[in-house]
């Protein structure tokens, strides 16, 4: 190394409030962190489906409920919060498989994998699932 070359910095011990503000995550890291999330997420919200696939499925009368439950309410949670509960259950939904596949191309072929591709693919993930799901929350919210 040169005596003109900048050395870089080292980090022994990263301050989450001074260090991880001024780090710039890579788009394809942002992904995977989403990536993550996205599948706590459904893990979290696995009551809340398996509420819904039970309470759809179940009987005529069930069903009336579950639809309800979206329209009008369930007790004292608004039928607003269900419908943004569902929305992000979906958003995490649409984008784990994305950036699933994602990881799967990555892993099917790693050696040809440059940064531009890393970095294209993510934000390809970021707005196809996006876009995916402002689609179905349009559904979901009844504009269309």
Known sequence: MTDQAKKRPE??????????????????GKVSILHRISGMLMFILLPFVFWMFDTSL????????????????????????????????????LHHLCAGIR????????????????ASSAIAVLVVSLGLTIVLGAKLFGLY
Do not use: C
């Not at 980090?11 to 394809?28: E, G, K, Q």
């Not at 009336?64 to 939904?93: D, H, Q």
């Open 103 to 118: 990881h799967i191309l990555v892993d099917m072929n790693h050696e040809r994998i440059t940064k531009q591709w890393g």
């Open 11 to 28: 980090f022994r011990n990263i301050n989450v409030f001074s260090d991880l503000p001024t780090y710039r995550l890579p788009w394809a």
């Open 58 to 93: 179940s009987s005529e009368i069930s069903f009336a409920t579950f639809k309800g439950a979206f329209n009008e309410g369930l007790g004292f949670v608004p039928g607003w919060l269900i419908k943004l509960a569902t929305l992000g259950l979906i958003w995490g939904y």
